[in-house]
């Protein structure tokens, strides 16, 4: 999915998203120490306007330029957030720099070698968090008009067995939505890994 398809998507509608901040985000991290944040394909800008209110210094990095021009409309987080336009699945970030990295929803289809899953692993910090939330495998559904087939993208099942002996599980699981499912949609479920890189 490219830059074009993303800008093209964000312009079909005055706002795309809620403004809210991703339920999962808000349970898992609300427990956290404030420090460094990656937000991975930021979108609009919610969850990483919220970790910036809580304290957090947040890369916010999106493919879509129509997207950032949207998120950083708001004024209350100048100074706590970058946002960065750039396409993570071809570009890592910066190797052990964020206490966080979050990736909400974000397409993380499978590539041979893990290439891009590797770059987000490898820019935990030692004794940082990865979060990886993403719509159960049972709620989506193959789509022959454009291709789409949920059994390309990574799950959580498949990042923790990447992750190896350098990290503590501390969640990997099925649950429920805590937020209502987009219009349109059929996702009552999220599936959720939250990992902690060991010092």
């Known amino acids: 999915m490219s830059s074009q398809h993303w800008d093209a998507m964000y312009r079909s509608r005055d706002q795309v998203f809620s403004g809210n901040p991703n339920g999962v985000l808000v349970t898992e991290v ?8 990656l937000d991975v394909g930021c979108g609009e800008g919610a969850d990483a306007v919220w970790l910036a209110r809580c304290g957090w210094q947040v890369t916010a990095v999106d493919i879509s330029e129509v997207a950032l021009r949207r998120a950083s409309t708001a004024t209350d987080v100048q100074g706590r957030v970058v946002w960065t336009r750039a396409d993570l699945l071809t570009v890592p970030p910066p190797a052990g720099a964020f206490d966080l990295v979050s990736v909400q929803y974000f ?6 070698g893990h290439a891009a899953l590797r770059g987000l692993l490898a820019a935990v910090a030692p004794g940082g968090t ?3 939330a993403t719509h159960a495998l049972g709620d989506l559904i193959p789509r022959q008009e454009d291709g789409f087939d949920p059994a390309d993208y990574y799950q959580p099942d498949d990042i923790a067995q990447l992750l190896g002996p350098a990290w503590n599980m501390v969640t990997n699981e099925t649950r429920p939505r805590t937020v209502p499912a987009l219009a349109g949609t059929h996702h009552t479920r999220d599936s959720v890994l939250r990992a902690r890189r060991l010092p």
């Open 130 to 132: 990865l979060l990886f």
């Open 30 to 37: 609300t427990d956290l120490p404030p420090g460094q944040a």
């Open 107 to 112: 397409p993380l289809k499978r590539q041979p």
